[in-house]
């Protein structure tokens, strides 16, 4: 017993001054390290700062020049001269810039291109392109050059393309016969929607260079200034300057506006992103510090830590080792080792559970949660805390309870159920489609004692199959109506002009009474092929900027007098919205649509409610009714031709609705209850 005392005691005393000795260092020298990285991030950022001032000053002048000409264009108060003085008049403030110029689209100024070719600032073309430089204390005038070239005319290439401020790569470009190397700050001149020119203001990169070369972080440190696409902007190095990162990852880095660190022949670097104005292409800020400034103070405790350690532990070891020498159990290591070998497979498997997107539940054999993983989480909407030891039932729609008990039946024997499909229910109450796999949990000697299941989300996959029938059907029916619809609807118009001729004559009192109902049915005939022709409909949209609410307030009448027929009531609703771009016909088939379905499911005395609001960048068209509900079991087939639930019905006005909101780049979504139902058609500004 002493001497097994004695090795337990050895043991825990060396394991626990090695592991003392080892955190200590460790930490010591990671809390050295985190304050000089700490050190090195601010300055980054704080000369980051500095430089994103310096080109928002340029984007802020040049956004303003852009809004200038748009206002000047659409006021028809524009001419050459005025938007040359203003060029100039900017160029004399901010003696940084290198220039100043605009190029406008073929006589999309003032439409006088013709008179102005090959003159003094233009071109052959004649379009307006002043390229307004200061040479020699005078303002000098070329016309731009290489426009239109892909590389040398990126400066108006890009922002006419992608219709948004841009930051342009350094480039070379000629100015009084002499290449200067420089960067563009350009910003698109819009106008009604459409694109007319760009303006812009030139930075030369000498100015820049000559403020980052003069940064030292850390005193020995270094900073660069690197474009969106890797090219150094400003460098210690002027010979590197319009040269790539060598760093794939920090291209990559730089690329898409995110923070980087790295650690290169002993330097630690960081590239911190510089978002100017409101382009999509960041630059970057990289600050370099040799790593021996950085660490020199978490070396040396480290050091000291390690110093110490290995003395101690020397010391220990060599009297544990003449005590364990003479005591050690074999038998005793071996079984350790296979402890540690297991408690290491079971952390690896827990880390694989808990990471995994599929929801993994352990529940007992009566159905109650004892396990609950990220992905199960993810998918229920339940936290950990809120699921365990309740009853799986929790998470199953009242229709599904029988099928898991089925399920839950066979687990003592042992079968286990893979890649079933089922609905399950979110916290929310959203029901969902889920695969599911559930196995039988057996302990140490083999009896099962609960059961694990394993689900997967497919709710996005159904959707998606459920919507590409939906357009297949939608197809097929363009087809049919584009096909027939023509051929079926002159007959009829003849067959109804007969008998009408036929109940105008004397003699065709015996048939007044059935007269008035074959005309009757043609109309309703005739309604129907209309809804198909509506449906495969494909004129182009004609769209124009209008408000919804107007649309309302003009077919309101017609919609009223429906309602009043039936001993029903209409109200509105309007708050104020922003204009769309709309069809008027079509939309006012959605309403009329959406009010007839909800006036036909109500009773007397019903009321709809039709109303408009404005949310999350969202234009939204709400119709109201007081009816019975949809039935949920047809709710994710809405939309769909040829389902109805009236018996008259044709099941084709729902279908137009839907093909005239995607038109419309706008969706609709039906909520219902058996209070009544809402439709909702929203509009994406």
Same mark, same amino acid.
């Given at each position: 017993?002493?001497?097994?005392?004695?090795? @337990?005691?050895?043991?825990?005393?060396?394991?626990?001054?090695?592991?003392?000795?080892?955190?200590?260092?460790?930490?010591?020298?990671?809390?050295?390290?985190?304050?000089?990285?700490?050190?090195?991030?601010?300055?980054?950022?704080?000369?980051?700062?500095?430089?994103?001032?310096?080109?928002?000053?340029?984007?802020?002048?040049?956004?303003?020049?852009?809004?200038?000409?748009?206002?000047?264009?659409?006021?028809?108060?524009?001419?050459?001269?005025?938007?040359? %003085?203003?060029?100039?008049?900017?160029?004399?403030?901010?003696?940084?810039?290198?220039?100043?110029?605009?190029?406008?689209?073929?006589?999309?100024?003032?439409?006088?291109?013709?008179?102005?070719?090959?003159?003094?600032?233009?071109?052959?073309?004649?379009?307006?392109?002043?390229?307004?430089?200061?040479?020699?204390?005078?303002?000098?005038?070329?016309?731009?050059?290489?426009?239109?070239?892909?590389?040398?005319?990126?400066?108006?290439?890009?922002?006419?393309?992608?219709?948004?401020?841009?930051?342009?790569?350094?480039?070379?470009?000629?100015?009084?016969?002499?290449?200067?190397?420089?960067?563009?700050?350009?910003?698109?001149?819009?106008?009604?929607?459409?694109?007319?020119?760009?303006?812009?203001?030139?930075?030369?990169?000498?100015?820049?260079?000559?403020?980052?070369?003069?940064?030292?972080?850390?005193?020995?440190?270094?900073?660069?200034?690197?474009?969106?696409?890797?090219?150094?902007?400003?460098?210690?190095?002027?010979?590197?300057?319009?040269?790539?990162?060598?760093?794939?990852?920090?291209?990559?880095?730089?690329?898409?506006?995110?923070?980087?660190?790295?650690?290169?022949?002993?330097?630690?670097?960081?590239?911190?992103?510089?978002?100017?104005?409101?382009?999509?292409?960041?630059?970057?800020? /990289?600050?370099?510090?040799?790593?021996?400034?950085?660490?020199?103070?978490?070396? #040396?405790?480290?050091?000291?830590?390690?110093?110490?350690?290995?003395?101690?532990?020397?010391?220990?070891?060599?009297?544990?080792?003449?005590?364990?020498?003479?005591?050690?159990?074999?038998?005793?290591?071996?079984?350790?080792?296979?402890?540690?070998?297991?408690?290491?497979?079971?952390?690896?498997?827990?880390?694989?559970?808990?990471?995994?997107?599929?929801?993994?539940?352990?529940?007992?054999?009566?159905?109650?949660?004892?396990?609950?993983?990220?992905?199960?989480?993810?998918?229920?909407?339940?936290?950990?805390?809120?699921?365990?030891?309740? #009853?799986?039932?929790?998470?199953?729609?009242?229709?599904?309870?029988?099928?898991?008990? /089925?399920?839950?039946?066979?687990?003592?024997?042992?079968?286990?159920?893979?890649?079933?499909?089922?609905?399950?229910?979110?916290?929310?109450?959203?029901?969902?489609?889920?695969?599911?796999?559930?196995?039988?949990?057996?302990?140490?000697?083999?009896?099962?004692?609960?059961?694990?299941?394993?689900?997967?989300?497919?709710?996005?996959?159904?959707?998606?199959?459920?919507?590409?029938?939906?357009?297949?059907?939608?197809?097929?029916?363009?087809?049919?109506?584009?096909?027939?619809?023509?051929?079926?609807?002159?007959?009829?118009?003849?067959?109804?002009?007969?008998?009408?001729?036929?109940?105008?004559?004397?003699?065709?009192?015996?048939?007044?009474?059935?007269?008035?109902?074959?005309?009757?049915?043609?109309?309703?005939?005739?309604?129907?092929?209309?809804?198909?022709?509506?449906? @495969?409909?494909?004129?182009?949209?004609?769209?124009?900027?209008?408000?919804?609410?107007?649309?309302?307030?003009?077919?309101?009448?017609?919609?009223?007098?429906?309602?009043?027929?039936? /001993?029903?009531?209409?109200?509105?609703?309007?708050?104020?919205?922003?204009?769309?771009?709309?069809?008027?016909?079509?939309?006012?088939?959605?309403?009329?649509?959406?009010?007839?379905?909800?006036?036909?499911?109500?009773?007397?005395?019903?009321?709809?409610?039709?109303?408009?609001?404005?949310?999350?960048?969202?234009?939204?068209?709400?119709?109201?009714?007081?009816?019975?509900?949809?039935?949920?079991?047809?709710?994710?087939?809405?939309?769909?031709?040829?389902?109805?639930? %009236?018996?008259?019905?044709?099941?084709?006005?729902?279908?137009?609705?839907?093909?005239?909101?995607?038109?419309?780049?706008?969706?609709?979504?039906?909520?219902?209850?058996?209070?009544?139902?809402?439709?909702?058609?929203?509009?994406?500004?």
């Amino acid at each position: 017993m002493r001497t097994k005392f004695l090795a @337990s005691m050895g043991l825990v005393v060396l394991l626990s001054f090695s592991l003392v000795i080892f955190i200590l260092s460790i930490k010591s020298f990671d809390l050295a390290k985190t304050s000089a990285y700490q050190i090195a991030e601010e300055t980054a950022n704080k000369n980051g700062n500095y430089v994103r001032a310096e080109l928002e000053v340029s984007m802020d002048t040049v956004r303003t020049l852009s809004y200038t000409f748009q206002e000047m264009k659409l006021s028809h108060d524009i001419n050459r001269e005025t938007i040359n %003085k203003i060029l100039i008049d900017v160029l004399k403030d901010n003696p940084q810039f290198v220039a100043t110029w605009t190029l406008w689209e073929p006589n999309a100024l003032d439409g006088k291109d013709a008179e102005f070719i090959n003159k003094p600032g233009y071109d052959k073309t004649g379009r307006f392109i002043p390229y307004w430089s200061k040479q020699n204390g005078e303002f000098q005038l070329e016309p731009l050059v290489n426009y239109d070239t892909r590389g040398t005319g990126d400066y108006y290439l890009i922002p006419k393309e992608s219709k948004r401020e841009t930051i342009i790569e350094p480039y070379v470009y000629p100015i009084a016969g002499k290449d200067v190397l420089m960067a563009s700050a350009v910003v698109p001149i819009i106008v009604d929607g459409n694109f007319v020119g760009v303006v812009g203001i030139d930075i030369a990169l000498d100015t820049i260079q000559k403020v980052i070369s003069e940064m030292r972080p850390l005193e020995t440190g270094y900073v660069s200034l690197i474009s969106n696409k890797g090219k150094y902007v400003a460098h210690k190095d002027i010979f590197q300057i319009g040269k790539v990162v060598e760093d794939n990852r920090a291209k990559e880095a730089i690329n898409s506006g995110e923070s980087y660190t790295t650690t290169n022949k002993g330097v630690y670097e960081i590239y911190v992103p510089i978002n100017i104005g409101r382009t999509t292409t960041p630059w970057s800020m /990289e600050v370099g510090v040799p790593l021996g400034i950085i660490l020199e103070k978490a070396d #040396s405790i480290r050091d000291f830590a390690i110093i110490i350690g290995v003395i101690g532990l020397i010391i220990i070891g060599l009297t544990i080792y003449l005590v364990a020498n003479t005591i050690t159990n074999q038998h005793l290591l071996l079984e350790m080792n296979e402890r540690r070998r297991i408690e290491e497979k079971a952390l690896r498997l827990a880390s694989i559970v808990e990471t995994t997107d599929d929801g993994i539940i352990g529940m007992t054999l009566n159905g109650i949660i004892i396990d609950w993983n990220r992905g199960a989480e993810y998918i229920y909407g339940y936290s950990e805390v809120e699921v365990i030891g309740e #009853s799986i039932i929790k998470l199953i729609p009242d229709e599904k309870r029988l099928e898991h008990d /089925e399920i839950l039946s066979k687990i003592p024997q042992g079968m286990p159920m893979t890649h079933y499909e089922t609905i399950r229910q979110r916290k929310d109450g959203q029901y969902i489609h889920v695969y599911l796999t559930v196995s039988p949990i057996k302990d140490h000697s083999g009896e099962i004692i609960g059961a694990s299941t394993i689900v997967r989300d497919v709710t996005a996959q159904r959707k998606l199959e459920k919507e590409m029938i939906r357009m297949d059907q939608m197809t097929l029916v363009a087809e049919m109506a584009a096909s027939i619809g023509h051929e079926v609807r002159n007959p009829m118009t003849t067959v109804r002009g007969f008998l009408q001729l036929l109940g105008e004559r004397k003699n065709s009192a015996k048939y007044s009474d059935y007269i008035p109902l074959m005309i009757s049915e043609l109309d309703r005939a005739n309604d129907i092929i209309t809804e198909f022709l509506s449906i @495969s409909r494909t004129k182009t949209t004609e769209l124009a900027r209008q408000n919804l609410n107007d649309i309302i307030k003009c077919i309101l009448p017609l919609v009223q007098v429906e309602a009043t027929n039936d /001993e029903k009531s209409i109200n509105l609703e309007l708050n104020r919205i922003p204009d769309l771009l709309l069809d008027h016909k079509e939309i006012r088939q959605v309403i009329l649509n959406l009010a007839r379905n909800g006036l036909e499911s109500m009773g007397k005395g019903g009321c709809i409610v039709i109303k408009t609001s404005f949310a999350d960048n969202e234009v939204i068209l709400a119709v109201i009714d007081e009816g019975e509900g949809i039935n949920p079991e047809i709710m994710d087939r809405l939309g769909t031709p040829f389902l109805t639930t %009236k018996e008259k019905g044709t099941g084709l006005g729902l279908a137009v609705c839907f093909g005239i909101a995607a038109r419309h780049n706008a969706k609709v979504i039906a909520e219902t209850s058996p209070q009544g139902s809402t439709f909702f058609m929203k509009f994406k500004l």
